[in-house]
């Protein structure tokens, strides 16, 4: 059995009935069953429809995701999210580049490391030697002036936890950043690269080991084998070619607003939901959110 769920954007719900009526009927599901009015609704189905990314495409169009994953083990006891342009909006380096005055090139290298283009430990032992000298206040004051959390993360991490999830942030990026974004948004625990600083000023070092793409799945072998879950228990959500191996081995890997060589890789996308699609597709309907 397979479930089924479409979902829009919360800031412009936009999911007609007649859609989702529309694909049921395609596809012979069962009755339609609404998440939350005009922007989420799912349905089960006996068997995986041939035409699927045919019909993903056409809602793509209309501004709407349609995910189909599994019944059985829907609900997941792990969420294992990278940080950068996944748990909040920015990705920290270039913040800290544009305060060292070389934003644009280190943006460059960035999108090109999580697109696949580029081995990640290179890219990011270039990027951050482009910061030799920046001082380590720096990083307090882009937290504080830079940072935002992505939309629906914390309702995201306490629904999940309030039904027994365990909830672990692993990013490619920085200790200095992971662990305040883990703290507000309630993480359990945190992983990341460590800045090497000396009298306050950045060195142009990265510790290591470097925690790049094998780092995550160690992670997700690791913590998954210390709580006695299975990696089928887990859900793991990023967007770029460092997350791929995680997502590729977690029960339900979830691409959010993802590079595409990345979202091609991967049978769960978001483009257009926030991070609450998460909850969506494990069943979850909107009263049911900790808020």
């Known amino acids: 059995m397979h479930s089924v ?42 068997r995986m429809p041939g035409n699927r990314w045919d019909v993903w495409a056409e809602c793509q169009g209309m501004g709407v995701d349609l995910v189909i994953t599994p019944s059985e083990g829907r609900r ?6 990278d940080m950068d342009s996944t748990m909040i909006q920015q990705e920290c380096i270039d913040e800290l580049a544009d305060e060292a005055g070389v934003g644009d090139r280190v943006k460059d290298i960035t999108a090109r490391a999580m697109n696949g283009e580029l081995d990640f430990n290179a890219a990011l032992r270039e990027r951050v030697g482009l910061l030799k000298g920046l001082d380590e206040a720096v990083i307090t ?16 991490i306490a629904t999940m936890k309030a039904n027994g999830a365990y909830a672990a ?26 800045l090497i600083a000396s009298d306050g000023v950045l060195t142009g070092d990265v510790g290591v080991p470097i925690l790049g793409k094998q780092a995550k799945v160690d ?43 990345v979202a091609a890789e991967c049978d769960v996308r978001i483009n257009f939901g926030d991070l609450t699609a998460l909850l969506y597709v494990q069943g979850y309907a909107k009263d049911e959110f900790v808020i």
């Open 5 to 46: 769920t479409l979902l829009t954007s919360p800031q412009r719900p936009q999911l007609e009935a007649s859609l989702v009526d529309a694909v049921r009927n395609a596809w012979g599901g069962g009755d339609a069953v609404w998440l939350a009015p005009d922007e989420a609704a799912g349905f089960d189905m006996k």
């Open 76 to 81: 997941k006891k792990m969420l294992l999210a």
């Open 141 to 156: 004051r882009v937290l504080a002036e830079r940072i935002t959390h992505m939309p629906g993360g914390k309702t995201l």
């Open 169 to 194: 942030l692993v990013s490619g990026g920085f200790t200095a950043f992971t662990a305040a974004v883990a703290e507000a948004l309630g993480f359990d625990e945190n992983r990341a690269n460590t």
């Open 219 to 261: 992670a997700l072998e690791q913590i998954t084998a210390r709580l006695g879950l299975s990696e089928d228990d887990v859900i793991a959500v990023g967007d770029g070619a460092n997350d791929l191996g995680m997502l590729a081995r977690a029960g339900m890997g979830v691409a959010l607003h993802a590079k595409p060589a």
